[in-house]
């Protein structure tokens, strides 16, 4: 099975500060056929299921903000946010969908200095 | 709009079977390249995937618990089942059901159902 390792596990920022969640696969995540690197994140607001931010990489799901990019290569990805907003609390899980079973990392807590 | 919402027991025994329903609207599962997948969340930790079913009635289990779960659907009634025998302590969790689709971009776990807590205590 593949793993995911996400650091850091705890991150305070100020608001309207910038903010960086790396996340590492145990195998490549990059599909050689088409280029496509299968890593995706999720956001999981307090008291609410996850919800899709990015995926395949770098691709922002609809309605998502342009403040969270993602970015990386075969192996190694970042979740950026440009400039935190209080509503972007909660914990963030990046996730392979490269081959099952599908796995997540341990998640890293965002919070509000 | 699509949206999926998950029901079952709130409370099971230990060794007890498990069984959870994900009924689902606004799209359907037997169109090319749906599927419809559990994943599980214990109190305080991380997300672990389960099960995924498909259109065509392909399916995938995790690993470490193939030998416990079973993923069905009824696509007459949008509605997907996921049963986990010899129910442990250890599985108390949220579960949720989610929707994913081959869009060309990969596929992965798009929409999810608001989840259901179930605790395993005798």
């Known amino acids: 099975d593949i793993v995911m390792t996400q650091t850091p596990l705890s991150l305070p920022v100020t608001p309207g500060e910038p903010a960086s969640i790396s996340c590492r696969s145990s195998q490549s995540l990059l599909d050689s056929d088409n280029g496509n690197i299968y890593v995706d994140w999720y956001l999981q607001k307090p008291g609410q299921s996850p919800q899709l931010l990015i995926y395949?990489?770098?691709y922002r799901a609809s309605g998502v903000p342009d403040r969270f990019s993602g970015s990386g290569s075969a192996s190694d990805f970042t979740l950026k946010i440009s400039r935190v907003e209080a509503e972007d609390v909660g914990f963030y899980y990046c996730?392979?969908?490269?081959?099952?079973?599908?796995?997540f990392g341990q998640g890293t807590k965002l919070e509000i200095k | 709009q699509i949206t999926l919402k998950e029901s079952g027991p709130t409370l099971v025994k230990p060794t007890q079977t498990l069984t959870l329903t994900c009924t689902f609207s606004?799209?359907?599962?037997?169109?090319?390249?749906?599927?419809v997948g559990w994943i599980r969340q214990p109190p305080g930790k991380a997300l672990e995937w389960l099960a995924l079913i498909y259109w065509d009635d392909d399916k995938n289990y995790s690993p470490s618990l193939k030998n416990r779960l079973t993923i069905t659907k009824d696509t007459s009634k949008d509605q997907v089942v996921l049963t986990m025998t010899n129910m442990d302590p250890v599985d108390t969790a949220t579960y949720y059901c989610?929707?994913?689709?081959?869009?060309?971009?990969?596929?992965?776990?798009?929409?999810w159902g608001q989840g259901t807590l179930v605790t395993v205590s005798s």
């Open positions: 989610a929707h994913s689709e081959d869009a060309g971009f990969g596929e992965f776990p798009d929409y």
């Open positions: 996730m392979q969908s490269m081959e099952f079973p599908y796995s």
């Open positions: 395949t990489l770098s």
């Open positions: 606004g799209f359907s599962l037997s169109t090319s390249g749906v599927g």
